[in-house]
Nanobody, 115 residues
Framework: QVQLVESGGGLVQPGGSLRLSCAAS????????MGWYRQAPGKQRELVAR???????FYGDSVKGRFTISRDNAKNTVYLQMNSLKPEDTAVYYC?????????WGQGTQVTVSS
């Protein structure tokens, strides 16, 4: 099992920015596909962004052009840079690791976008 710890969430005004971090345990981080998902109250969990072990990225339509996912394999960390935040981005954001078909999840970090 991969242990994942998210950080960086908080309260931000519309139009503002946040950077989320996800620190992963283990010695094989560079081989994992990593992702960010979010879940708002009363809604289903949705894909925000994904990055493969080779660095290819994919974004959900609602965040494309505003969010950027990246990884630092030397630090066993994946990031989500969130710009031009909107109230509809308010959700709990979860980090995901895909290692050889097994998916592990972090505990989540709250992002609230409000004036």
């Amino acid at each position: 099992q991969v242990q994942l710890v998210e950080s960086g969430g908080g309260l931000v005004q519309p139009g503002g920015s946040l950077r989320l971090s996800c620190a992963a345990s283990g010695s094989f981080f560079s081989t994992y596909a990593m992702g960010w998902y979010r879940q708002a109250p009363g809604k289903q969990r949705e894909l925000v962004a994904r990055i493969t072990s080779g660095g290819a990225t994919f974004y959900g339509d609602s965040v494309k052009g505003r969010f950027t996912i990246s990884r630092d394999n030397a630090k066993n960390t994946v990031y989500l840079q969130m710009n031009s935040l909107k109230p509809e981005d308010t959700a709990v954001y979860y980090c995901n690791a895909d290692h050889y078909g097994t998916w592990d999840w972090g505990q989540g970090t709250q992002v609230t976008v409000s004036s």
